[in-house]
């Protein structure tokens, strides 16, 4: 199982970007796949997930109406894409596959991570 996650993003406040999270080795549409970041000396912050099966998404409150998580089927690939950057959205973005056991949720794969940079 390998997710593989597109390059490093520099743009400026009020822009947009577009990481990708190209995934392998495992049946695409079976598994939910989450966001997380992290910022600068930070911990993790969940922005949400997606099924790529049917879509269905489920976004962290804090990002409703900036957050936009996709799925290619065609090509395995998840994509988050957040408008309006501000430089708290400086941050180490993850893509990671979520699995349930026991009824805990857990991780057991993640992509190397993409640095987004907010900066003018």
């Known amino acids: 199982v390998q997710l593989v996650q597109s390059g490093a993003e520099l743009r400026n406040p009020g822009a947009s970007v577009k990481v990708s999270c190209k995934t392998s080795?495992?049946?695409?549409?079976?598994?939910?796949i989450d966001w997380v970041r992290q910022a600068p000396g930070q911990g993790l912050e969940w922005m949400g997930r997606?099924?790529?099966?049917?879509?269905?998404?489920n976004y962290a409150q804090k990002f409703q109406g900036r957050v936009t998580f996709t799925a290619d089927t065609s090509t395995s690939t998840v994509y988050v894409e957040l408008s309006s950057l501000r430089s708290e959205d400086t941050a180490v973005y993850y893509c990671?596959?979520?699995?349930?056991?026991?009824?805990?949720?857990?991780?057991?794969?993640w992509g190397q991570g993409t640095q987004v940079t907010v900066s003018a």
């Open positions: 080795g495992y049946t695409f549409t079976s598994y939910y």
């Open positions: 997606i099924h790529p099966e049917d879509g269905e998404t």
């Open positions: 990671a596959r979520r699995v349930v056991a026991g009824g805990i949720c857990a991780y057991d794969y």
